[in-house]
């Protein structure tokens, strides 16, 4: 089993809906956990951490369930420019010196 | 506003000759992190720093160098350029503290002929 695994889509979604994608991870002694978003051949970028507790920013909702190691990201009212691949990301810091990247699920909001 | 720079944006080099890729912060953060990106690949570690003089070995570290002489600049050397690191470069940086979000340069687009 990959260390980190994401669906990599594409989900095809209209303007408005409500999509939600997952993130499993196998390391049960990861630390942290981050959502970013990276736009075509550009640097991937913050989109949230992500709490055991959930936590909210707007549109985004981001959860997380260590008992069945998964992570999820949950986006409403879907915009045009949501458009873009969402990068799941597990840290061990700073227990242990790795940071594991997903390869991303790719989001297209349709008109 | 604090951001994280590298340079240059392209190059085109080589194989055979010493590459230097620069990362440069000025979030004042301890800690800095080399990524390389490929298609069908998630961002691979390189190399990263806690801080000053210190420097780690990544999951891909073979064939690059770092140097961490002050907070700012994490510079990346590609000792002997090959084709295969024909890839995208990403530099980051986080706190030491908290959870270590991670924030990203612009990245480097690096040919190798």
């Known amino acids: 089993r990959k260390e980190v695994e994401q669906d990599p889509g594409p989900f095809n979604v209209p303007e408005g809906a409500t999509v939600a994608f997952n993130c499993t991870y196998s390391?049960?002694?990861?630390?942290?956990f981050f959502w970013y978003r990276q736009d075509c051949r550009k640097e991937p970028k913050l989109l949230m951490s992500v709490y055991s507790s959930g936590n909210e920013d707007g549109r985004f909702t981001a959860q997380l369930n260590r008992a069945s190691q998964y992570i999820s990201l949950l986006i409403r009212d879907s915009k045009l420019s949501d458009s873009a691949t969402y990068l799941c990301?597990?840290?061990?810091?700073?227990?242990?010196?790795?940071?594991?990247f997903g390869k991303g699920t790719r989001l297209h909001i349709l008109p | 506003d604090a951001e994280i720079t590298q340079s240059p944006r392209h190059k085109i080099t080589e194989t055979g000759r010493q590459v230097t890729l620069a990362c440069h912060q000025t979030w004042n953060h301890n800690n800095m992190f080399w990524y390389r990106q490929d298609l069908g690949h998630g961002l691979r570690l390189i190399h990263y720093?806690?801080?000053?003089?210190?420097?780690n070995k990544g999951e891909v570290s073979d064939g690059y160098s770092v140097s961490r002489s002050n907070t700012e600049d994490l510079p990346l050397t590609l000792e002997s350029a090959a084709s295969s690191q024909t890839s995208v470069y990403f530099c980051?940086?986080?706190?030491?503290?908290?959870?270590?979000?991670?924030?990203f340069g612009p990245g480097t687009r690096l040919t190798v002929t």
């Open positions: 990301v597990v840290s061990y810091l700073p227990r242990d010196d790795k940071i594991i």
């Open positions: 980051a940086s986080s706190e030491s503290t908290g959870d270590y979000e991670q924030y």
């Open positions: 390391n049960s002694a990861s630390q942290s």
């Open positions: 720093s806690y801080g000053v003089q210190d420097t």
